[in-house]
């Protein structure tokens, strides 16, 4: 008897009945092998440490094999991609485990990468061990950070092959949070006028995951008033670590508001708002500075699949409706503004927000963008630049215009009471760039993983000054040209 043979599994969201998924087993990966395990995601799950030798515990993430209580089931979904309506998606290589009983709640388990589903598409139903990696590292980094994120428990590999731009290897990530579902899966049933589905999506959503709401008088316009805001928040956190996502289409935004689907996502070095780190997203719609209205774009998409839920028997029925639905999409933009200023003064050490402080944050992200001054070291020197501001001025050209700027900081924070210890706890050393995460890849695809549990390490204490310097420098000339594909 182990301890994880008490583990008690549900899968609440199979009862919402079969329009919802297809049930189906994984295309287990080929003699598989361990490449990492997220020590704080198997706490979160109140797992014990050696979890991952259980008997079966290699086959079940791989694919391979279920363990007791799992119903694996691919759900449907549609959505917006690139604004454009995209049609049906769906699980195309992710395929829901069941939710484990854990300390914390029910948690639902999600394998990614683990063959064809019936909504695969054009898709083989792999992912590849490189993306694998970065989504494993970056949930767990995000998580350390703050964030909200989905959670990454272990990934799986193997040597089968997988094409794309190159010939790389196959891996499965198994991915945890409350919740998967998407703004895409009530799209999905709006758009095919399945209305009854729709409803039970809402009412199950609603009673599992925001319980508040079923009280309110139009319980459909509280839940979109509670998505954006958490939307919000979550997009606050995002520009104020400069994480940009990559792919804000709607089926990859999240009904809690958390971080998901971790594609081409990159942390900026360089400030430059007009940042793109998805080299396919040729047009910029997911560009660093167009994250917020991005966020508030995609929940109009999501109103307009909620309105089928109000009354809308008559045109001036439909008007009134679709008004109350936008007053909620509404909610999202004060709440992003008054989040981002109390997140900024933050990052500026401050504890309260006074007039002018937002212009003085928004002088100092000018000041980081003419000098193409790199965010994550900005924010650190700055917070010890009451001590030594030499670092600081070292990541800027026009440095009598940075010290005009450190003037009046300085004057603003005198006002305060542990300006440092604040900065210092909002503003990371250590963030996944890109380089680092590409080292770690590099050694992986050779056979070595240690540099994934390094990094796991490193990332998991993001507010700490890394042992070794390179974690937190500026990233090195090599990676000047790394450029992150979609593919993945
Ligand atoms: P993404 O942009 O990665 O969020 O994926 C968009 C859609 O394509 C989702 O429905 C995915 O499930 C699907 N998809 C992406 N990659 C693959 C793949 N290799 N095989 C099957 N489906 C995929
Ligand atoms: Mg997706």
Known sequence: MTPLDSLAWSNRFATLGPEFFTELHAQGLPDPHWVAQSAACAELLGWPAGWASEPDALQAFSGGATWPGMRPLASVYSGHQFGVWAGQLGDGRALWLGEAETPHGPQELQLKGGGMTPY?????????????????????????????????????????????????????VTRVA?????????????HHDQLEALRRLADFFIA???????????????L??????????????WQAIGFCHGVMNTDNMSMLGLTLDYGPFGFMDAFDPGHVCNHSDDRGRYAYARQPSVAFWNLHALAQALLPLLPVGTEAETEAATERLLGAVEAFRERFASQMVGRMCAKLGLATADDGDQQLADDFLKLMAASRADFTLSFRCLSRAHTDAEPLRDLFIDRAALDAWLVRWRERAARETGVEARMLATNP????????????????????FSEIDRLLKVLSRPFDEPVLPSDAALPPDWAQTLEVSCSS
């Open 178 to 190: 409350p919740s998967f579902i998407r703004f895409g899966h009530f799209e999905h049933f709006a």
């Open 224 to 237: 979109l008033r509670k998505v954006a805001l958490q939307t919000a928040d979550l997009v606050a956190h």
């Open 208 to 222: 599992h995951h925001a319980p508040e709401c079923a009280d309110a008088p139009e319980p459909a316009v509280a």
């Open 429 to 448: 050393a250590v963030v996944l760039r890109n380089h680092l995460a590409e080292g770690a890849i590099r050694a992986a695809q050779h056979g070595d």
């Open 120 to 172: 695969s598409r054009r898709g083989d139903g792999r992912a590849v061990l490189r993306s694998s990696i970065r989504e494993f590292l970056c949930s767990e980094a995000m998580a350390a950070l703050g964030v909200p994120t989905t959670r990454a428990l272990c990934i799986t590999g193997s040597r089968l092959p997988v094409r794309r731009e190159t010939v790389e290897t196959a891996a499965i």
